[in-house]
């Protein structure tokens, strides 16, 4: 789905000035793609209606647009759906919101919010002449879980995900919200799992790109490699049974903890509410600095919000 919204975007919008009118004569390089939008000429589905319809209208608007303008486009398209470049703040990738875009564009803003938000919808996806191009979910999920040994949630590295052989799957949600960004709702790299928590609690429509000071550095869900963190448990007294919170001292790391991560400073200033259960007083101190340091290190993928 994807590929075709890259063939829209970069082979039809871009293209616009000097192409004449819409007409499907504009996909004939994309053979699937041409059938599928003939279908949804033809048909009266809501979904069908709704796809055809707006990508005529875009590229209505995209016409009177300048060489600069349709660059300026082109580099906005790339920096939304170049996730992983997004996610290390680099600065060659340029993020852009529909408020960014409706500065110079109106128009063209609210009707990309329209597609883009609406295009990730079972009206869409559910229709016959789309879904036997671009496949099921539940495969991607499949594949997912199948390669993501660990069970955990790709949003915040804690909570648990239906595995595998669960007749059930989680529900997908958008990294960068699709109610801020254009161009990426249907993009696999900005959809991912998450479990019931983030999807239903935490996350919702909150944005990772920015914080208080602006544009800041997040995880990126589909990372291969995780964010190690390393928790030292020093007790500060033999007597284990009797130890009181200002007897237990955290130290993270590796030095220097760098500021695009505020982990060591949350659990810092938690420390003194953590106090040891009745089970923990009777093991080992040594058994019990490897326990807690197992468990915190579960959560080095945790992202920021």
Not at 106 to 113: D, K, S, T
Request: aromatic share 14%; glycine share 6%.
């Amino acid at each position: 789905m994807q590929a075709f919204i890259d063939y829209i975007f970069y082979d039809v919008w871009c293209k616009t000035p000097g192409s004449g009118p819409f007409d499907l004569n504009l996909f004939n390089t994309n053979a699937e793609l041409r059938e599928v939008m003939e279908a949804f000429y033809y048909s009266d589905a809501q979904g069908a209606d709704f796809f055809y319809g707006h990508v005529e209208r875009i590229y209505g608007l995209f016409s009177p647009l300048t060489a600069a303008q349709i660059n300026q486009f082109k580099q906005w398209y790339q920096g939304n759906n170049d996730l992983e470049k997004v996610c290390t703040n680099d600065p060659t990738a340029q993020l852009a919101r529909y408020t960014d875009i409706a500065v110079t564009h109106q128009n063209i803003a609210v009707q990309l919010g329209n597609f883009f938000k609406g295009l990730y919808s079972p009206s869409l996806l559910g229709l016959v002449a789309l879904s036997k191009k671009i496949g099921d979910i539940n495969e991607h999920y499949h594949n997912f879980v199948t390669t993501n040994k660990t069970g955990k949630c790709p949003f915040c590295g804690i909570g648990d995900i239906k595995g595998e052989h669960h007749s059930k799957r989680e529900a997908y949600d958008h990294y960068l919200p699709k109610a801020l960004y254009p161009f990426n709702s249907i993009n696999f790299r900005n959809l991912a799992p998450a479990c019931h928590e983030c999807n239903s609690t935490y996350k919702l429509s909150k944005d990772p790109m920015y914080g208080p000071a602006g544009r800041r550095k997040a995880f990126y869900p589909y990372a291969a490699a995780g964010h190690a963190i390393e928790i030292q448990v020093v007790l500060l007294g033999s007597d284990v049974a009797r130890l009181t919170p200002a007897e237990v001292s955290l130290h993270f790391g590796p030095r220097p903890l760098t500021r695009k991560s505020t982990l060591g400073e949350t659990f810092t200033a938690s420390r003194s509410a953590i106090k040891p259960s009745s089970a923990e007083r009777t093991t080992a101190s040594t058994g019990l600095c490897r326990c807690w340091t197992n468990a915190w290190h579960m959560t080095s993928n945790l992202p920021i919000f």
